[in-house]
Nanobody, 115 residues
Framework: QVQLVESGGGLVQAGGSLRLSCAAS????????MGWYRQAPGKQRELVAA???????NYVDSVKGRFTISRDNAKNTVSLQMNALKPEDTAVYYC?????????WGQGTQVTVSS
């Protein structure tokens, strides 16, 4: 059994910053790719950022230069530092981890950016 727990969501004004964190626990083998997805009302879920065990990261174009993903393999955690937030970043953010070709998901954390 694997659990992913997110934290750090909340309400912030445009231009502000927020840091999301996710911790994996339970019966864990090697975690390969970890990432953050988001889903806004009426929109499809999209990959925001992903990072491999070796530290190679990818970002959706809309957040490049503003968001930074990082992970600690020993602690099985992944974080997303979000700077210069915009109202269009408002969404529920979900943590994801791939373990033995199975995808695990957190419950999601709400991020709301006001103008």
């Amino acid at each position: 059994q694997v659990q992913l727990v997110e934290s750090g969501g909340g309400l912030v004004q445009a231009g502000g910053s927020l840091r999301l964190s996710c911790a994996a626990s339970g019966s864990i083998a090697t975690i390969r790719t970890m990432g953050w997805y988001r889903q806004a009302p009426g929109k499809q879920r999209e990959l925001v950022a992903a990072i491999t065990g070796g530290g190679s990261a990818n970002y959706v174009d809309s957040v490049k230069g503003r968001f930074t993903i990082s992970r600690d393999n020993a602690k099985n955690t992944v974080s997303l530092q979000m700077n210069a937030l915009k109202p269009e970043d408002t969404a529920v953010y979900y943590c994801n981890a791939e373990i033995l070709r199975i995808n695990y998901w957190g419950q999601g954390t709400q991020v709301t950016v006001s103008s």
